[in-house]
């Protein structure tokens, strides 16, 4: 084998994606030769402190079929590395996460974790359910929303906020900010609202003079929502949500405003109520720092009120139906 540089290495023999390969992670990335590639694999792979420093979630079948079995012996490597595999949750030492989103799970949340499980139908469960249900309206700083915790990532929360509130072929101003915001118009339109995209350069906010101006014009209230990304994850511009909260006051227009808070609600100002938020919603592996897996999502009173959407035609509904 040629030259090769530790991480395109390890990138080419993994089938599943790496935010940073750990090779560039903790700064080793280097050239080196057949022999020494085989033992910088080794040692990425089987020795702890390498694994605990690395977040991968991949298939190392490409890395272990090229190192002879006698390497492989001679390292204290979990059986599920011999099998080809590094499992994240067998795996010796601690996994990080070097991926721009969800974060490190704090200890003291993993060992609070470490409890028996609960009968889901338990008044137990119950009890705890309504309680964690209005601390969670703390961090959305609100005292009026409902809110409700699904499982699902953000992507689906995105969804619930959608299909429960607007009806298909809805007139949605939206802005094109970055790459969450276009997944979620993208989302929009493939369920099948009519999306006005207001388009600004990577790096810049959401343009709300044009939110402005359509506001004026739309005097028969064919828009039915203003969608907003508060902090977009890909360019780390964060929107001002007050403004566009003026904006729609000013012109006394009554569109939903719908805002993904996935990167924003728990580590930065969040004000669902004094913003007039109609629909704000987070998922647990992001500020929360908990496991992945609920999607919280918050209705207002108004959104409440309409719980077929803006028509009597109602969307479409699956894991999200709120
Ligand atoms: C701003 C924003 N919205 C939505 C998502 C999608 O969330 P998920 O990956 O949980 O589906 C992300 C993910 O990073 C995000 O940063």
Known sequence: MPFLPISSALSNSLDTHIGVSPAVADGREQN???NDHTD???????????????????NFEFAIANVPAN??????????CKSGKIDNVYAPGRNHLFVPGPVNIPEPVLRAMNRKNEDYGSPAVLAMT?????????????????????????IGAWESALTNTLSP???????LIGQFSLLWIDQRQRVNFNVDVVESELGQG??????????????????????????????G??????????????????????????????????????WGVDVALTGSHKALSLP???????????????????????????????
């Open 32 to 34: 080196v030769t057949n």
């Open 292 to 322: 992945t897996g609920i999607g919280i999502v918050c209705a207002s009173p108004k959104a409440l009120s309409r719980p077929f959407g803006t028509s009597s035609t109602p969307n479409p509904r699956y894991v999200s139906s709120i």
């Open 237 to 274: 511009v964060t929107n001002n949500l007050a403004t566009v909260r003026k904006i729609l006051d000013h012109y006394k227009h009554p569109a939903f405003f719908l805002v993904d808070g996935m990167s924003s609600i728990c580590a930065l100002d969040f004000r669902t109520d004094e």
């Open 206 to 235: 959401a343009n709300l003079d044009i939110l402005a101006s359509k506001s004026v014009d739309d005097t028969a209230h064919t828009i039915k929502a203003v969608c907003i990304v508060h902090n977009e994850m890909t360019t």
């Open 40 to 58: 910088a694999l080794l040692k990425l792979l089987c020795e702890p402190q390498y694994l605990s420093n690395c977040a991968w979630h991949g």
């Open 71 to 80: 390497y492989l012996s001679s390292y204290n490597t979990s059986v599920s």
């Open 130 to 154: 309504k309680v964690l249900l209005e601390d969670v309206k703390k961090i959305f700083k609100t005292t009026t929303v409902t809110p409700f915790m699904i499982s699902t990532t953000g």
């Open 169 to 175: 072929g809805d007139r949605i101003v939206s802005f």
